[in-house]
Nanobody, 121 residues
């Protein structure tokens, strides 16, 4: 079994910053791509950013240089630093990862439980 524990969400004013964390534990041999998605009320879940096992980040267009994704492989933890937050960034943010449970297993994926980010004055 895999556990993903997210933290760092909350209420912030427009223009503010938040740092989300996602710590993975459990039956993990190796983590491949780690990503952050979000879902606003009445909208589909969308990719925010992801980072490959080699550390290459990729961002959705709406990020516009405001967010930075990073990972600490020693801790099986990844982060999303969000700056210059806008009201339209309000959503539940989910971490997601692709991983191998053992040297012989197939690639699997797993979702975190989500953390609420609210940007409002």
């Amino acid at each position: 079994q895999v556990q993903l524990v997210e933290s760092g969400g909350g209420l912030v004013q427009p223009g503010g910053s938040l740092r989300l964390s996602c710590a993975a534990s459990g039956s993990i041999f190796r983590i491949e791509t780690m990503g952050w998605h979000r879902q606003a009320p009445g909208k589909q879940r969308e990719l925010v950013a992801h980072i490959t096992s080699g550390g290459t980040p990729n961002y959705a267009d709406f990020v516009e240089g405001r967010f930075a994704v990073s990972r600490d492989n020693a801790k099986n933890t990844f982060y999303l630093q969000m700056n210059s937050l806008k009201p339209e960034d309000t959503a539940v943010y989910y971490c997601h990862l692709y991983y191998y449970g053992s040297p012989y297993s197939v690639l699997r994926d797993y979702w975190g439980q989500g953390t609420q980010v609210t940007v409002s004055s």
